[in-house]
């Protein structure tokens, strides 16, 4: 099974909780869910060095301390991804790789209609995590 990793990175944008996503380019992509930053870890990285590479690398921003999600796997292709939650530390986000034609911190009623239906989980789960008794 492939292993994919990433980030549900997180900001605080005047009492609204907001989340990085990003939609993958290409033509044939213009009607494709958008997705939390992620990719395929290099042979012997950890899945949490590489939800913060792939968030560089797709995004330019910096991910502070995580936390784990869980994962999820895809219902047809039956990858697995596993996310990691933060606070963004550092950068705006920009489309930094050719994989994405976009990347923006959304309110996060809104990344439940953008966001890919499998990974919509994370947002339970990171609003859960963020709950006052969790932080």
């Known amino acids: 099974m492939k292993q994919?990793?990433?980030?549900?990175?997180?900001?605080?944008?005047?009492?609204?909780l907001e989340v990085l996503l990003v939609h993958p380019s290409g033509n044939y992509n213009r009607h494709a869910p958008w997705s939390i930053p992620k990719g395929l870890p290099d042979e012997?990285?950890?899945?949490?060095?590489?939800?913060?590479?792939?968030?560089?690398?797709?995004?330019?921003?910096?991910?502070?301390?995580?936390e784990p999600l869980g994962s999820i796997t895809y219902t047809k292709?039956?990858?697995?991804?596993?996310?990691?939650?933060?606070?963004?530390?550092?950068?705006?986000?920009?489309?930094?790789?050719?994989?994405?034609?976009?990347?923006e911190f959304v309110p996060i009623e809104r990344a439940r209609e953008l966001l890919h239906p499998d990974q919509r989980p994370f947002l339970d789960r990171l609003e859960e995590w963020l709950k006052p008794s969790n932080i």
Do not use: M
């Open 4 to 16: 994919s990793a990433g980030t549900l990175l997180y900001r605080n944008n005047s009492g609204q």
């Open 44 to 66: 012997g990285e950890s899945l949490e060095a590489a939800a913060r590479r792939e968030t560089l690398e797709e995004t330019g921003v910096t991910a502070g301390p995580l």
């Open 77 to 103: 292709s039956r990858k697995q991804v596993h996310a990691f939650a933060g606070q963004s530390a550092a950068g705006s986000p920009r489309c930094a790789s050719w994989e994405i034609d976009q990347a």
